[in-house]
């Protein structure tokens, strides 16, 4: 312990120093952070590093997957619901399918329950490594909100086919009836769970005299118990948390005050952040190992490299051509969703994009890594080490190829929205700031009409407000004027910290003053 917990600090400092450099070189961190892994484990005397299957399952995917359901756009999701559910369930099902029949043909020794096996390892992409990349570069927000919805729920598919899969190489044998009504537990049950223990917690945040670190703290406990009573009645885990997480996230101006959402953010961010990281890492830093494993089980490098190469080639291919069927589908049963001057020789690169973005990660790596060495009866578990390898492949070529080429591809299509055209993102920010502002004079008016006359404050954001009703905001806060406020706030807040100094000022009513400094800084930025 006292050798490998020094390690983990490193690791995590790392993380930090990549993800900076990865800002400053304008790469996506997770390209980076594999890279960095590679490099430190090649590094004679370096302790080893395995992430457990079962830390990976319980305590990296579920805070992921809570998180996730907590920043998606609900309304988002429910629009494009049909889309997002074809790419979770069908998608999955099909990539799988697939994969296992080409393994089964190509892959010498690979039989068809090894083959579904395989194909519910590689067939979730993972949502953290396109979403890094696509924060280069913009994409439509229905697109944006297909990736997020995906990756709420292909996780369970996947991981349910693998379950199966598993089942079958043991025993032999795969009863289809037995594996439809166990699926639709999994998926209902882990629904069910997700709902009650979702309404739960929601009673407790709302009943129970909590405060912002308190809230936080259920917030952080909420997806593993939720996780873990899924588990236990048989259900899936993930469907649980991204049910519960989606309920909750819709509730959250009820559970959490502003204070709470603030610093809870701020929380999620950091340590989804370096979870993220260390799932990375490992995937760098393990691949030797895995590399070892193959020349072990007499199996050559050149063969694996084949084998890894024609899979990641194939399911990129399925993805791609499923993303194709989406859009012909759509173009024949649900032409509403089509905006009117919709071109198809204009649209046709746009399932291209979203093909693209099937990056593989935490989920692979996991599931990979979950498979037993030896059967029930003893015996070593058969093309363990092919298939960990071409795991690991995968997760590499998809990040590195796609990862890489990515931004360039996103910058070079032009992506054209399926849905009816609306009033662009800035229109409807500043016409929705100009309501707010004429709703807030009203109700001061209206409610406050004595105060409205005599308290100073409220005189002068009367006034304020007024004053941004009578003319374009960004004319009121232009980048210049922006630039020299924003150095005002830093000014003032040298002047507190020299105020600070002296030893008879309260040092509390110090950090709350910079602390709103803070929060105008950043309303400013988001302006």
Same mark, same amino acid.
């Given at each position: 312990?006292h ?56 305590i ?11 920043s ?14 074809s790419?979770s ?46 924060? =280069? &570069?913009? /994409? ?8 997020? #919805?995906?990756? $709420?729920?292909?996780?369970? *598919?996947? !991981? ?6 598993l ?11 037995e ?87 701020s929380?999620?961010?950091s =340590? &989804?952040? /370096? ?5 990375f890492?490992?995937i #760098?830093?393990? $691949?030797?190992?895995?590399? *070892?494993? !193959? ?15 024609i ?70 578990f ?13 997760i ?12 360039? /591809? ?22 929705l700031?100009?309501?707010?502002w ?19 404050f ?20 232009t ?10 706030l ?38």
């Amino acid at each position: 312990m006292h050798e490998t917990l020094p390690f983990l600090f490193a690791v995590v400092i790392l993380i930090v120093l990549v993800n900076m450099l990865a800002k400053k070189i304008n790469i996506a961190y997770p390209i980076l952070i594999v890279v960095a892994g590679l490099l430190i484990s090649m590094i004679p005397s370096v302790p080893p590093l395995r992430l457990d299957p079962d830390w990976v399952f319980f305590i990296i995917l579920p805070p992921l997957l809570f998180e996730a359901a907590w920043s998606i756009s609900f309304k988002g999701l429910l629009r494009w619901w049909r889309i997002i559910g074809s790419f979770s369930f069908l998608v999955v099902f099909f990539t799988a399918s697939a994969v296992a029949f080409f393994a089964n043909y190509f892959i010498p020794g690979f039989s068809l329950a090894l083959g579904f096996l395989l194909g519910g390892i590689v067939s979730p992409p993972d949502a953290v490594s396109a979403g890094a990349i696509m924060k =280069f &570069v913009k /994409i439509p927000k229905s697109t944006a909100t297909i990736l997020e #919805g995906e990756s $709420l729920f292909n996780d369970a *598919s996947s !991981l349910i086919i693998f379950r199966f899969a598993l089942i079958a190489v043991a025993t032999g044998q795969f009863i289809w009836s037995e594996a439809l009504l166990s699926f639709g537990w999994m998926v209902l049950g882990g629904v069910g769970v997700g709902i009650i223990l979702g309404w739960t917690f929601f009673l407790a945040h709302k009943r129970l005299p909590t405060d912002a670190p308190s809230n936080i703290v259920f917030t952080l406990l909420e997806p593993f118990i939720l996780y873990w009573v899924a588990e236990q009645m048989g259900s899936s885990g993930v469907m649980a948390v991204v049910t519960g997480g989606l309920f909750l996230a819709n509730r959250r101006f009820q559970i959490l005050d502003s204070e709470g959402r603030i610093r809870g953010f701020s929380f999620w961010q950091s =340590f &989804v952040f /370096i979870l993220n990281g260390i799932v990375f890492f490992v995937i #760098g830093f393990d $691949l030797n190992e895995v590399v *070892s494993g !193959l020349s072990q089980a007499n199996i050559s490098i050149r063969d694996g490299i084949y084998y890894g190469v024609i899979i990641t080639a194939f399911i990129i291919f399925i993805r791609i051509v499923s993303s194709y069927i989406a859009l012909f589908s759509t173009m024949i049963f649900r032409r509403s969703m089509i905006s009117p001057d919709f071109n198809f020789r204009r649209s046709w690169k746009t399932p291209l994009v979203l093909g693209w973005t099937g990056m593989r990660g935490v989920v692979t790596l996991a599931a990979a890594s979950s498979i037993p060495i030896y059967l029930d009866d003893g015996q070593l578990f058969p093309q363990r080490d092919l298939i960990l390898f071409i795991s690991f492949m995968v997760i590499i070529l998809t990040l590195f190829v796609q990862g890489l080429t990515l931004p360039f /591809i996103l910058k070079r299509i032009r992506l054209n929205r399926m849905i009816p055209a609306t009033e662009s993102e800035h229109q409807f920010e500043k016409r929705l700031r100009k309501e707010l502002w004429s709703f807030s004079i009203a109700e001061i008016k209206d409610k406050h009409k004595a105060d409205g006359k005599e308290n100073v404050f409220l005189v002068s954001n009367l006034v304020k407000w007024q004053r941004k009703l009578d003319g374009l905001e960004e004319d009121l806060i232009t980048p210049e004027t922006k630039s020299v406020y924003l150095e005002l706030l830093n000014a003032q807040r040298h002047f507190l910290i020299e105020q600070n100094k002296d030893p008879n000022v309260d040092e509390e009513i110090i950090r709350k003053e910079i602390t709103l400094i803070d929060f105008e800084e950043e309303k400013i930025k988001m302006m």
